[in-house]
């Protein structure tokens, strides 16, 4: 079992299975703040930097958000060109300087490997928010509990799901870290559906092979989507390709829109993307025709990122105790209109 306090979290292969049920209990106890129906305070005083080296509103935004509603103090550089990496500044000397500012750091970088080398040099514990295609830990474990959430809201068994993941599975950070994490449940059918050169990479494939799960492949995104519990939908990831003609090949090939979900999923197939999903005309890899659906999740996954990420600060300083002991009622509410 990992000892959550001081360490970095940097790949979703820190964890085993107790570990990602240990970090769902506690995201449970996160709900009543998430809600704003408690505030609570318990890393008054520590400060988070936030450094964002790719452009992000999810990942970004909420784990500020999560570590205000623990009290704490945020502090955010976004962009290269706004740090002094520009000036030629090494990442382990970034990383010593940030540290001796900060109590806990969340990196998002283009290169793969990025927040494990930061990590290296840094005091203080590091969350990697994604390192180029490789890893986003904290995108897999919110994807993760909101699978869960949504099967269990339709009395469905947790450990032994289909689940089919369609689009760029090649490029895709928050899809490599997700198959890493359902490695760990040896009873999944896993549909892997992508055009033809977005292909999963082999070693995932093999992985979740060797642990047991179910596993299969294909280029049809109709034959792909049928007869799962859960769709995952990703948008073909243009900043990972040498060039736009490239990426622009494989744009709008896998479209989801609610006539095709209709005629080929089963009726309460759930729907997730880790989102921005692409709704410029030429991509629409999930129409907006969807959002009238109920079994669309994309939001209710936006939301749970924030509980995910409360639930990881509060493990990493070790103060989940303390988060209900600090907890108290608002002062003050703000009413929240239904959003069409
Ligand atoms: N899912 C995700 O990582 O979104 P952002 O790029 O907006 O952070």
């Not at 009543?32 to 790719?54: D, H, Q």
């Not at 179910?214 to 060039?243: K, M, P």
């Not at 622009?248 to 999903?277: A, D, W």
């Amino acid at each position: 079992m990992l000892n959550f306090h001081g360490q970095h979290i940097l790949s979703v292969h820190q964890f085993e299975r107790v570990d990602v049920e240990r970090i769902f209990e506690v995201t449970d106890q996160m709900r009543p703040f998430g809600r704003r129906e408690k505030v609570t305070n318990p890393l008054k005083g520590a400060i988070l930097s936030n450094m964002f080296f790719e452009p992000s509103t999810r990942t970004r935004v909420s784990f500020g958000s999560a570590f205000n509603l623990l009290g704490g103090n945020v502090r955010e550089t976004t962009g290269i060109e706004s740090s002094s990496i520009v000036k030629g500044e090494s990442m382990r000397d970034f990383a010593r300087v940030l540290s001796g500012y900060s109590d806990v750091i969340v990196i998002r970088h283009p290169e793969m490997g990025s927040a494990e080398e930061f990590a290296s040099a840094s005091a203080v514990p590091v969350i990697n928010g994604g390192d180029g295609a490789n890893e986003h830990p904290s995108q897999a474990l919110l994807d993760l509990y909101t699978i869960r959430a949504e099967l269990e809201s339709q009395g469905k068994n947790v450990d032994e799901f289909r689940i089919a993941l369609i689009g760029d599975l090649a490029n895709g950070r928050a899809v490599h870290s997700l198959l890493k994490l359902l490695s760990l449940f040896h009873r999944v059918t896993i549909k892997l559906a992508s055009p033809q050169g977005l292909d999963t990479p082999p070693q995932l494939v093999e992985l979740l092979r060797s642990r047991g799960a179910t596993v299969s492949e294909s280029h049809d995104l109709h034959e792909g989507i049928q007869h799962v519990d859960i769709l995952y939908v990703t948008r073909v990831q243009e900043e990972r390709f040498a060039s736009q003609e490239e990426a622009n090949y494989y744009r709008g090939l896998f479209r989801l829109n609610q006539e095709i979900y209709s005629k080929y999923c089963e009726s309460n197939t759930v729907i997730m993307h880790p989102l921005p999903r692409d709704s410029r005309a030429q991509s629409q890899e999930l129409d907006e025709d969807l959002d009238s659906n109920p079994n669309l999740a994309i939001f209710r996954q936006t939301q749970n990122g924030v509980l995910v990420r409360m639930a990881l600060f509060a493990l990493v300083f070790d103060v989940v105790k303390q988060v209900q002991s600090s907890a108290s009622k608002p002062t003050w509410h703000m009413p929240r209109p239904r959003i069409a």
